[in-house]
């Protein structure tokens, strides 16, 4: 059974730094991973879906990189800023599927302090 | 624009009731995922579809049930509602089969259940 982790659990930073966010995953045997942003009592917003065989992807100020081998994701923000505050989660598509249900982390609480 | 809609958005119940949750979304997916999130658990999936007529039970699924009579639409019924059930219930779809599958979330149904 895939296990998502993410770490740290929390993060409060102040505007401006560069920052990395962590999720390791125990099943090398995927397809893809995706990143998610939550804000508080919302939705989750896709943030960047990054293929196995892809070692990054950008969206703006976001970089997600992938290493199956060792089983880990990071996202790294650019000057981050206070409306990057939100709860960041990883998944992966479950039982060596590209396409089908997801195993979340429990999520990084991101705070952005001016 | 093409988009994932549930309603209702907020829902209050009595224990015993039957309760459904709507979920509509326009981009023509062939897959359909219902998630729960409570604190302390995460995301967890409840049950899911890969198109018309297909449902599969996720890690949750007891209590609930789902049908797919289209592609559109993928209604979450609780049978019975009980108190453990209260939740916030999101609903969630994706292309289908191959690569490239990212996921997009709906707004949430935050269910309270007295």
């Known amino acids: 059974k895939q296990e998502v982790t993410q770490i740290p659990a929390a993060l409060s930073v102040p505007e401006g730094e560069n920052l990395v966010l962590n999720c390791s995953f125990t099943?090398?045997?995927?397809?893809?991973l995706q990143w998610f942003r939550q804000d508080p009592g919302k939705g989750l917003t896709s943030l960047l879906l990054?293929?196995?065989?892809?070692r990054e992807q950008t969206s703006g100020r976001l970089n997600a990189s992938l290493d199956k081998s060792s089983g880990r994701s990071t996202l790294y923000i650019a000057a981050s800023q206070p409306g990057d505050s939100a709860t960041y989660l990883c998944?992966?598509?479950?039982?060596?599927?590209?396409?089908?249900?997801?195993?979340f982390g429990q999520g990084t609480i991101l705070t952005v302090h001016p | 624009d093409a988009e994932i809609t549930q309603s209702p958005r907020h829902k209050i119940t009595e224990t015993g009731r039957q309760v459904t949750l709507a979920c509509h979304q326009t981009?023509?997916?062939?897959?359909m995922f219902w998630y729960r999130q409570d604190l302390g658990h995460g995301l967890r999936l409840i049950h899911y579809?890969?198109?018309?007529?297909?449902?599969n039970k996720g890690e949750v699924s007891d209590g609930y049930s789902v049908s797919r009579s289209n592609t559109e639409d993928l209604p979450l019924t609780l049978e019975s509602a009980a108190s453990s059930q209260t939740s916030v219930y999101f609903c969630?779809?994706?292309?289908?089969?191959?690569?490239?599958?990212?996921?997009?979330f709906g707004p949430g149904t935050r269910l309270t259940v007295l």
């Open positions: 579809s890969y198109g018309v007529q297909d449902t």
């Open positions: 990054i293929q196995s065989s892809q």
């Open positions: 981009w023509n997916h062939n897959n």
């Open positions: 099943d090398s045997a995927i397809y893809n």
């Open positions: 969630a779809s994706s292309p289908g089969r191959g690569t490239g599958n990212e996921q997009f």
């Open positions: 998944a992966l598509p479950a039982g060596g599927t590209s396409y089908g249900k997801l195993t």
